[in-house]
């Protein structure tokens, strides 16, 4: 059984940063895809970063050249470094899992969030 635990969320200032991790617990191959979400209050969640079993990365384009994200394969770990944060990145941020050959740009956008694993979230909040 996959399992997914998230850690590294607070509170900061704007400009400040933080650093998210996902550990994976119970995976059996490196042909996933990985990425962090969020989702603020209400608002949809929204997919901020993955990357696939190639090494590819996607952001959607509010954090752009601030976060970046990557993944340890020998600790089953990702990552989400998150620069000059702002306001309006205040979210609980989720790490989720999928398993197969999928492009991490359809994983971001299309992924309905079904046949997968997810975290149980980590909250993030930026004040002014």
């Known amino acids: 059984l996959v399992r997914l635990v998230e850690s590294g969320g607070g509170s900061v200032q704007a400009g400040g940063s933080l650093r998210l991790s996902c550990r994976a617990f119970g995976i059996t191959s490196n042909t996933i895809c990985m990425g962090w979400f969020r989702q603020a209050p209400g608002k949809e969640r929204e997919g901020v970063a993955s990357i696939d079993a190639h090494g590819t990365t996607v952001y959607t384009d509010s954090v752009k050249g601030r976060f970046t994200i990557s993944k340890d394969n020998a600790k089953n770990t990702l990552y989400l470094q998150m620069d000059n944060l702002k306001p309006e990145d205040t979210a609980m941020y989720y790490c989720?899992?999928?398993?197969?050959?999928?492009?991490?740009?359809?994983?971001?956008?299309?992924?309905?969030?079904?046949?997968?694993?997810w975290g149980q979230g980590t909250q993030v909040i930026v004040s002014s």
């Open positions: 989720a899992l999928k398993g197969g050959r999928y492009a991490s740009s359809w994983f971001l956008h299309l992924w309905t969030g079904r046949d997968g694993y």
